[in-house]
């Protein structure tokens, strides 16, 4: 079975960058559509990112332009490289896979195509 370790997150102040990275094993990365989600406290997981294994990307609103994936197919992982942090980005974030086929070569953000998630890791952005 795929399983995915998140690592990185850690407190930084407004405007600050930050890399999270998502270690794979079991499968190769190439094979799977891998999408980032993120929860807020008292929130609902909420979709931030995608990426197919043909390498196209999806990004919400509220992060498209300071947040890109990106893979390195050597060490099979996956990171998620974050700019001009907000408080409102602060969260935990995970990595997450799908096994279900529709999800082979589409991002779809709503939380029930993904099952196969990450342990998370925190970001905290504040002043």
């Known amino acids: 079975q795929l399983r995915l370790v998140e690592s990185g997150g850690t407190s930084v102040q407004p405007g600050e960058s930050l890399t999270l990275s998502c270690t794979a094993s079991?499968?190769?990365?190439?094979?799977?559509?891998i999408g980032w989600f993120r929860q807020a406290a008292g929130k609902e997981r909420e979709g931030i990112s995608c990426?197919?294994?043909?390498?196209?990307?999806l990004y919400t609103d509220s992060v498209k332009g300071r947040f890109t994936m990106s893979r390195d197919r050597d060490k099979n992982m996956e990171y998620l490289q974050m700019s001009d942090l907000r408080p409102e980005d602060t969260a935990v974030y995970y990595c997450?896979?799908?096994?279900?086929?529709?999800?082979?070569?589409?991002?779809?953000?709503?939380?029930?195509?993904?099952?196969?998630w990450g342990q998370g890791t925190q970001v905290t952005v504040s002043s």
């Open positions: 079991g499968y190769h990365l190439r094979h799977w559509t």
């Open positions: 990426i197919t294994a043909a390498g196209f990307t």
């Open positions: 997450v896979a799908s096994s279900y086929r529709k999800m082979d070569n589409i991002c779809d953000l709503n939380s029930a195509n993904w099952n196969n």
